[in-house]
């Protein structure tokens, strides 16, 4: 899961939906139709605290050496057998060091329903542009663009947690494209189809992907969920 070595380091945002909905709003993000929300657990009860639809979920979580020899494993296992990607699937390498929650959420974002991005925004704007482009040349169109760093900077300083610049957390997006869930992590060599589910299952079986995590790691308890999903207006 190493980055490229960069000279740049964007900070690490913190998993707070308050903060990640400012960011929404100058990525271009409707709130007014979709906006994060905590999972405070995996259970029914806070399953259903979550509005329907659901675009997206970001899952944060610590990495450590096992999380390393997972990714190995998993890769091996994945270039030996296979799997499905839709090519309507959009996804980036991360080359910007600690880029990985602004990069969850565009993730989440450009993967969901047109609608809930303003056209003529930042965000519109870097799909069309990079439309045709592999992911390792999005990621290196994100590390680029000025703005987008203005705007996770901006969002690192809204935060309440105090910054460091060795981060030892990870920030990665599940999302349900055409019948799929997919783990999109920049630090991948590639997206991770885990199987089928629906609309209706999707934050359920998203749910049990991420219980893993917590099972490669049975001491930790500094996990953090987050999802994209309908607006609720006050």
Known sequence: MDIEQQDDNWMPLESNPQVMNEQAIKLGINVEIAQFHDLLGFEDWAFEMIPQPIYGVLFNFPIKENTNQFVDQETALIQEKGQHVSPNLFYMKQLAKNACGTIAMVHVALNADNAIIHEGSYLAEFKKSTQGK?????????????????????????????????????????????????????????????????????????????????????????????????????
Do not use: M, W
């Open 134 to 234: 592999t992911p390792q040349q999005i990621g290196e169109a994100f590390k680029k663009a000025k703005e987008l760093k203005e705007v996770h900077k901006e969002a690192v300083q809204q935060g309440e947690s105090a910054c460091c610049d060795e981060i030892d957390r990870h920030f990665i997006a599940f999302v349900l494209k055409e019948g799929d869930i997919y783990e999109l992590d920049g630090c991948k060599q590639f997206p991770i189809n885990h199987g089928k589910s629906t609309p209706e299952t999707f934050l359920a079986d998203v749910s049990k992907i991420i219980q893993k995590f917590f099972e490669r790691d049975p001491n930790e308890v500094s996990f953090s969920t987050v999802v994209l999903a309908k607006a609720i207006q006050e």
